[in-house]
Every structure is written in structure tokens, then in C-alpha cells.
């Protein structure tokens, strides 16, 4: 039964940092891709960034290129996201999921959500 928790949410400033931690089980990081997603209110889910193990790649949308760094511990089966330099429009709920897709989408077939954790950027 896979299974993802995220966890390491919380209020940070402007310019700070948080690191994000979605827990794994049911599978391997090898076989499935790991992506975080995020969903502010009002707004559609997005990608933030994707991670193969397997591959040992990664993948990051223009909104976290240079200030995100997705990477994983495989003997924990954890997927990490160190975001820095927060910005006011990065709040929102985020999300880790798998499998997703080379182009960090989710994919079509059977896929599965953790319950998310919440940041907010505030001063």
C-alpha cells in the first residue's frame, strides 16, 4: 500500500527557509519518480518540482529553479524539497505525489497524494 506524508511546514519570513519531507512506503524510490506540488487558494495545483532516483534527475518549474532543491534519502524513502529565499507568492499547501511523469506531471494511470503540508511566507 503506498503511502506519502508530508511534513515540515510552517510560518516562515520573507527571504527565509523551510525544508519540506514527504515520507514514503509501499514502494521504492527506484521505481517510482517523486514530485512536489503546490495549491494556493483560488488556484490550480501546480508542479513545483520532480525527482527521479532512478534516473538521478531532477526537475524544476520556473517558479523554483534556483531557489528549490528537490533530493532523496533512500535508505529512509524520503523525498526532500530545501526551499530558500521564500517569496510572498509561494504560500500555499504543498503536496508530494507519485508516480509523476518525466515532465513532472502527474500521470494518467493510478497515482497517490500525501495530505499536504501548509507554508506561509509573512512578515
Known amino acids: 500500500q503506498v503511502q506519502l506524508v508530508e511534513s515540515g511546514g510552517g510560518l516562515v519570513q520573507p527571504g527565509g527557509s523551510l525544508r519540506l519531507a514527504c515520507a514514503t512506503s509501499?514502494?521504492?524510490?527506484?521505481?517510482?519518480?517523486v514530485g512536489w506540488f503546490r495549491q494556493a487558494p483560488g488556484k490550480e495545483r501546480e508542479a513545483v518540482a520532480c525527482?527521479?532516483?532512478?534516473?538521478?534527475?531532477?526537475y524544476y518549474t520556473d517558479s523554483a529553479k534556483g531557489r528549490f532543491n528537490i533530493f532523496a534519502d533512500k535508505a529512509k524513502n524520503t523525498v526532500y524539497l530545501q526551499m530558500n529565499s521564500l517569496k510572498p507568492e509561494d504560500p500555499a499547501v504543498y503536496y508530494c505525489?507519485?508516480?509523476?511523469?518525466?515532465?513532472?506531471?502527474?500521470?494518467?494511470?493510478?497515482?497517490?497524494w500525501g495530505q499536504g503540508t501548509q507554508v506561509t511566507v509573512s512578515s
Open positions: 525527482i527521479s532516483v532512478g534516473d538521478a534527475s531532477t
Open positions: 509501499g514502494f521504492t524510490l527506484d521505481w517510482y519518480d
Open positions: 505525489s507519485a508516480p509523476t511523469t518525466p515532465a513532472c506531471t502527474v500521470v494518467r494511470g493510478p497515482h497517490h
